[in-house]
């Protein structure tokens, strides 16, 4: 006689409850480590605008500028430090940091995830053509996301001689 081999409800009940343990130890630190990563993904798209604004204006022997997006069209800079819907880099012709219909547009970014921030007590960052920066003071931006813990922000600063510094920084 052949017996079929079967769970029994008790055994089904024991591993259903192993797997629901193991899910709520496991998803918690999960969201974490994803909300953690959209800030330095925040905060490595900005380093690499950077980069960009800086190389073109040393290659193009030109001013070129980084400015905050004024709203989600990306069609003017912001007169204000928020940095809400994105940012332009473009050569900045007259070097005022204002994008204007004359300006050439080289990216236009507006990455900032729901739930991130980005700040910086700024609107602009304009490179003079040797890829210097025009402030005399270094220019801080910090990159964070809901729900950050520990030292997951990101802190982005761009100093004279236009020297851009990447580091961890509290939430």
Not at 6 to 17: G, K, N
Not at 20 to 48: E, R, Y
Not at 137 to 148: D, K, P, W
Request: glycine residues 6%.
């Amino acid at each position: 006689m052949h017996r079929t081999r079967a769970f029994t409800l008790v055994e089904l009940v024991v591993a259903i409850s192993i797997v629901a343990i193991l899910v709520a130890f496991t998803v918690p630190p999960l969201l974490t480590s994803l909300q953690n990563s959209a800030a330095n993904a925040l905060g490595n798209s900005l380093v690499l605008s950077l980069n960009l604004a800086r190389s073109e204006a040393v290659k193009r022997a030109a001013t070129v500028s980084l400015c905050a997006a004024a709203d989600a069209t990306l069609s003017s800079c912001a007169t204000n430090d928020a940095w809400t819907y994105g940012w332009l880099v473009f050569a900045d012709v007259t070097g005022d940091g204002l994008y204007t219909a004359g300006n050439d547009t080289l990216l236009k970014t507006d990455t900032i995830p729901s739930g991130s921030t980005l700040s910086g007590a700024f609107n602009s960052i304009t490179f003079t053509s040797g890829g210097f920066v025009n402030n005399a003071t270094a220019l801080v931006f910090t990159a964070t996301a809901s729900g950050c813990v520990n030292n997951n922000a990101l802190t982005i600063t761009v100093r004279n001689p236009g020297e851009i510094i990447s580091t961890p920084a509290p939430c």
